[in-house]
């Protein structure tokens, strides 16, 4: 997967967040539910930090929007799997905030992010002079006082448009960031609170009946401590399927917790047939398990 990055930090990002955005421009796979179907949008990243990232994508989403997104860092092997929000949208752009990222995606991100500071961090002095041959050499030099002479009007020449094109560029500059912190500030205080869990329906449906109703699943990430300990194990999940088949609530019922946080993640995006009960869709109680086995 081609990559092309810059080390300059993104503007908008380090003046006031703690944790600085790096310029970033990779393929990206984003995933989104909308009416309970999967819809992959292909798209790139425009910047990366270890609290989100900056996408252009080929459709609109909306703010408040879950989403699943796959993308591959510059000199790592492992691609970045995320469930994020999107958080901001300005002409086409979005920012998405991630959310449950697992700690060996977490490690990935800090990892490509600490890296690309070192690299900017890199003082000019540290690197060595170019030789110059002695065919080279430039002349003998001018006296001093023609020196400073030539170097004033040369100077005096061009020190009205090196000022005004600098004056511009930091408005420009400062005016971009403003517009972004407050876009970010207006759009987060409006994005509508998490709904509050209602109460559970008293339908009990068996696990077969439902497996059978499935239409959509996500297989959980092996979590990477279990995997390098040769660990393998079951998680029983309760869950609360809506009347439109989207998993709505769920619970840990038993299980080793390695595993539970990517359980529930892989969970959240199943899709099941709506249960009909008299002709009409209704929401339901389950369990689900799932199973974590590594290949042989």
């Not at 972004?180 to 509050?196: F, I, M, T, Y």
């Not at 979590?223 to 399927?241: M, T």
């Amino acid at each position: 997967m081609s990559a092309g990055t810059s080390p300059a930090l993104a503007s908008g990002f380090t003046t006031t967040r703690k944790v600085p955005r790096y310029k970033l421009t990779v393929p990206l796979r984003l995933t989104v539910l909308r009416s309970g179907v999967p819809d992959d949008i292909p798209g790139r990243t425009l910047e990366i930090g270890e609290g989100g990232v900056g996408v252009a994508v080929a459709s609109q989403l909306l703010l408040g929007e879950s989403v699943r997104v796959e993308f591959l860092l510059p000199q790592m092997t492992t691609p970045v799997r995320a469930t994020a929000v999107v958080r901001y949208q300005r002409e086409g752009n979005f920012g998405l905030q991630f959310l449950r990222l697992p700690v060996e995606q977490q490690s990935i991100i800090r990892y490509w992010t600490r890296r690309e500071a070192d690299v900017q961090l890199v003082a000019p002095g540290s690197f060595p002079s170019p030789t110059i041959s002695p065919a080279e050499q430039p002349a003998a030099p001018l006296p001093l006082a023609c020196t400073i002479e030539a170097q004033t009007k040369h100077t005096s020449r061009k020190s009205p448009i090196l000022v005004l094109v600098a004056s511009a560029v930091l408005v420009a500059a400062m005016l971009g960031w403003w517009h972004w912190q407050k876009g970010w500030a207006d759009l987060e205080a409006n994005v509508p609170a998490q709904a509050s869990e209602s109460t559970p329906p008293q339908l009990q449906v068996a696990p077969d009946e439902m497996r059978r109703r499935l239409t959509h699943e996500v297989r959980p990430e092996y979590p990477e401590a279990a995997r390098q300990a040769s660990q393998q194990g079951k998680v029983v999940i309760d869950a609360v399927v809506s009347a439109t088949g989207e998993v709505a609530q769920t619970k840990i019922v038993s299980g080793d917790p390695v595993f539970a946080n990517a359980a529930l993640e892989a969970v959240r995006w199943w899709r099941y047939e709506p249960y009909l009960l008299s002709g009409q869709a209704v929401p339901v109680e389950t369990t689900i398990t799932v199973d974590f086995r590594l290949k042989n």
